[in-house]
Each structure stands twice: as C-alpha cells, then as structure tokens.
C-alpha cells in the first residue's frame, strides 16, 4: 500500500498539533545523567514556566522557555524537557544541553526543537 501525501501531510500536521497541545511548560534543571524514553521527570528540575513562544514549521515545532532576570539565578542549567502541567504532568521529552549558568543579570531563551517527519 503506497499512503498518499495528503494522508502523511494530515498525520503530520495532526502530531505538531498534538505537539503543541501537550508541551505547555517548559522546565530546566541542573542533571547531567543521559535521558532516556522512560524517563518521567527530570533529574533535578529546578525552574518550570508556561512556555513563551512556539513555531510550527515544515518539519519541526518548536517550543520556548524564557528565563528573566528573576528566574532561577545561581543555577547551571543542564537539562531541559517540556511537560503538559505546570506541576507533576507528563514529560514530554528530555534533553541535556550545554551548560548555561544563570544569573541576575542574565535573560535566557531556550528552545526545544521536535523534529516530525512522516515518510513512506
């Protein structure tokens, strides 16, 4: 059976809506262990916000998390994931990034980037 592309165009769109729909906060932490799918929680979430900004493009959605000069200063961020609650929830994903040292002086933007691609 050969899908047509308006079928893998639908089930495309559909998942960055599903994307979208569910990766509602973003949190960031300071754990360095390797994430993994069963992973439910972050290794040591230490600020969590409503995400700010996202895009949806060809291929991909992206979700953003900005961290003010409020925003957890003092705190190497490591890890990042985003979630479907403001507290508890569902992880959606989890990634570890480069080190970001936060401070007061200091605004930060962190993207998450889904990349979706629907193939024969």
Do not use: C
């Amino acid at each position: 059976m050969t899908n047509t592309t308006t079928f893998l165009n639908t089930i495309k769109s559909n998942t960055q809506a599903f994307v979208l729909t569910k990766s509602t906060y973003i949190a960031a932490g300071t754990g360095t262990t390797t994430p993994t799918a069963a992973d439910t929680a972050l290794e040591t979430e230490t600020v969590r916000k409503a995400r700010q900004e996202s895009t949806t493009g060809t291929s991909d959605v992206i979700v953003s998390l900005f961290l003010g000069t409020a925003d957890a200063n003092g705190d190497v961020l490591t890890e990042v994931g985003a979630l479907d609650a403001a507290s508890v929830g569902n992880l959606m994903n989890h990634s570890l990034i480069t080190a970001i040292t936060k401070a007061a002086d200091t605004d930060v933007w962190i993207d998450i980037e889904e990349q979706i691609d629907v193939t024969q």
